[in-house]
């Protein structure tokens, strides 16, 4: 019993022990929900009408057109340049904020592509365009349905069709990639194009459209006019009170909104040789001249001190660079130049020989895989009498190849070899990679002057003791003046210049500075005053300072001061003068031309489709209004751009061309189909877009 009073005793601190308890758990339950709400709320590139685009997704699209963007240069011979890669990613980005913007409208009206209706115009009988495009045969000109379905064979069942090479399945896997990304994009294009049926369907013309539409494109007046410019009236004399700023700025602000801002200055510094770089490369190739106008390993000299490898190829003379060709044309075989500085390199070059000979080889050459066991029994059956036109579709032939001794690189010197030193007949070669082919030669073009130079190339570059002196000037010079206005100011003194420059999170560079896309998001996650690290951005070190934080909204009313002041002016000005024409009697153009101290001019073709008038400039007011006169009628007072104008119409001229029914509704419809495929904008417009992207890059 003493026991269970205790307990009774203390049970209001029980309550408020437990109370804690559970308030506890159900904070630290919140707390840890919460963080991962924030977590998911913060792995996002944007958020459309509520809806997250999640990060990894976006990366994983921004990867798959990375690497598709890739294997088309690669096929090209080339590297992507730096500079893509902020593209691909605004790209991507905006791509999927319009997948979302049009499901959502899409859904909303019932509109949907069924996987039926999909395969149909992959595999059936509507093919989309773009596949008949992939698959048609450049010979014939049709479609080629059994290489359609060899391709799908080979892609998504490549170990069925014998490939298993780890390298082959990396590329098949890359084509499966490219064939399931083309599939969504034809799935959205065929839901974009009904919508835009329905669209136009609700968007017809109809013939009073058309009938008024032309009326206003075609009809001009003659006009008399009077006009008493703004200028007649003292800026001094009209005085702008903060109210009537502000007023002004609330009739026009809606003109300009605008996403959030961030004003940075920033110091770009080139990263060029210094005359000591220069003296160090001229002292190396003076020490080179001799040996390599000398020695008989010209290769050796080359490969070892040039910035280019030695091309042990003949080249017509007429394709050379001029100062080659000079050269060439002058020259015994084995002669040598002195080095000459241009393009910010010393050059010498030294001939290696000469020959007449035909510039290029057009072939026709079929190729196979490397391991194919086919190719010596179709050689056999080509030398005893076939053609190519005779083998199999499955035997990948191309007609028309032309090969020049300037293909060594990409084809190897075997197969050039080969092809120059070919007969009439067929003959066997292989090139890069293994892959060997069966060829024969279809023409050779005349022979023509070749000759085969040796170049010795040193380009200036700067060094790393120049690098690295830039580099240190501008890092003591940032942690010297690092507020804004030091930033800024110091600049010129150091030799440097500042430049200011606006960033949007849109943006995929500074304006003129291509691959600057790091700034930008630096810009974006830094705070009013932030300086940021030394970036190293193609041949130059950029330093930045974020100088002003602009939130998404209208265009602050500070920036827009001296456009408010003239607007205001020019508003009370024209109330001025509209005041003192009120009293004119009669309502005349002489008795209006006497108020202002103006004479009455004329001006022809004046129509709302030109509102920039002759000798008056822009003034698409004036245009509107005297368009709405009839004639003879006088206008009140106008108040235009350069002051305020009273009118009267003295002549219509006739419609420049006939109405023609069918050819204005066929002229109105293509204006409607083109506002039609900007459905999407007015959906952005509309919606609710929340952009993050600019967090992640």
């Not at 506890?24 to 509520?50: E, P, R």
Request: glycine share 6%; hydrophobic share 40%.
């Amino acid at each position: 019993m003493a026991t269970l009073e205790k307990i009774r005793s203390k049970a209001a601190l029980l309550v408020v022990v437990i109370g804690l308890a559970l308030l506890a758990f159900i904070i630290g339950d919140f707390l840890n929900s919460g963080q991962s709400f924030f977590m998911m709320n913060q792995n996002k590139v944007a958020t459309v009408n509520g809806n997250a685009i999640g990060v990894e997704e976006y990366q994983e699209r921004v990867n798959a057109r990375t690497e598709q963007m890739q294997a088309m240069y690669q096929q090209s011979g080339m590297t992507m340049p730096d500079g893509m890669s902020a593209s691909i990613q605004m790209d991507v980005y905006n791509q999927m904020i319009n997948e979302q913007l049009l499901q959502e409208e899409l859904a909303a009206v019932g509109i949907s592509v069924s996987d039926a209706e999909l395969q149909d115009m992959l595999t059936g009988n509507n093919i989309h365009q773009e596949i008949v495009t992939a698959f048609t045969d450049p010979a014939t000109g049709a479609f080629d349905r059994q290489a359609l379905d060899n391709y799908l064979s080979v892609v998504f069942h490549p170990e069925e069709n014998g490939y298993t090479d780890p390298a082959q399945l990396q590329q098949i896997a890359a084509q499966r990639q490219a064939w399931l990304d083309m599939e969504g994009q034809i799935r959205q294009s065929r839901a974009y194009e009904k919508f835009t049926n329905l669209l136009m369907a609700a968007l017809k013309p109809n013939k009073i459209d058309a009938e008024m539409t032309f009326a206003a494109q075609t009809r001009s007046v003659d006009v008399a006019y009077a006009m008493q410019p703004y200028t007649t009236i003292a800026d001094s004399t009209i005085n702008v009170s903060n109210s009537d700023m502000k007023a002004e700025y609330d009739n026009m602000k809606a003109r300009y909104e605008m996403p959030e801002t961030r004003t940075i200055r920033y110091i770009a510094v080139d990263v060029k040789p210094s005359t000591e770089d220069y003296a160090k490369v001229e002292e190396q190739i003076n020490m080179l001249q001799e040996v390599f106008a000398t020695t008989d390993d010209v290769a050796t000299i080359v490969d070892n001190n040039s910035d280019t490898p030695y091309e042990d190829v003949y080249v017509a003379v007429s394709t050379m660079p001029a100062e080659m060709k000079a050269f060439v044309e002058g020259a015994q075989v084995g002669d040598a130049t002195a080095p000459a500085f241009a393009n910010e390199a010393y050059t010498m070059y030294r001939l290696m020989g000469t020959k007449t000979a035909p510039d290029s080889i057009t072939i026709q050459v079929a190729s196979f895989p490397m391991g194919d066991t086919r190719i010596d029994s179709i050689y056999n059956v080509l030398v005893a009498g076939g053609s190519f036109e005779a083998l199999d579709e499955d035997v990948n032939v191309m007609n028309d190849f032309v090969v020049t001794e300037s293909l060594y690189a990409g084809l190897g010197r075997d197969f050039v070899n080969d092809v120059f030193a070919a007969g009439n007949g067929f003959f066997k070669t292989s090139s890069l990679g293994g892959v060997q082919h069966i060829a024969k030669v279809v023409k050779r073009s005349a022979p023509v002057a070749k000759a085969k130079v040796a170049t010795l190339t040193i380009g200036v570059v700067p060094s790393v003791d120049t690098e690295t002196a830039l580099y240190n000037n501008l890092s003591s010079y940032v942690a010297k003046y690092n507020t804004v206005a030091q930033f800024a100011d110091s600049a010129y003194v150091a030799g440097y210049t500042c430049v200011p420059a606006d960033c949007q999170a849109s943006q995929t560079a500074l304006p003129g500075m291509q691959n600057s896309r790091q700034i930008i998001h630096w810009a974006f996650n830094a705070k009013k005053g932030a300086l940021s690290e030394i970036y190293e951005i193609g041949d130059r070190y950029v330093v930045a300072m974020l100088e002003k934080v602009v939130k998404e909204g209208y265009r602050p009313m500070e920036d827009m001061e001296g456009m408010l002041t003239t607007a205001v002016r020019r508003n009370k000005k024209s109330e001025e003068i509209a005041k003192q024409l009120s009293t004119v009697t009669p309502a005349t153009m002489e008795a209006y031309a006497a108020a202002m101290n103006a004479k009455v001019d004329t001006v022809k073709f004046v129509s709302v489709a030109s509102p920039s008038i002759a000798g008056l400039g822009y003034e698409p007011i004036v245009a509107g209004a005297a368009s709405g006169l009839e004639v003879g009628e006088v206008s009140a007072p106008v108040a235009g751009n350069r002051g305020v104008y009273v009118l009267q119409v003295v002549n219509e001229n006739p419609a420049s061309r006939p109405y023609d029914e069918t050819t204005e509704m066929t002229r109105l419809e293509q204006q409607y189909v083109s506002a039609a495929n900007q459905f999407i904008e007015v959906l952005k417009d509309k919606a609710n877009i929340e952009n993050t992207l600019v967090r992640f890059f």
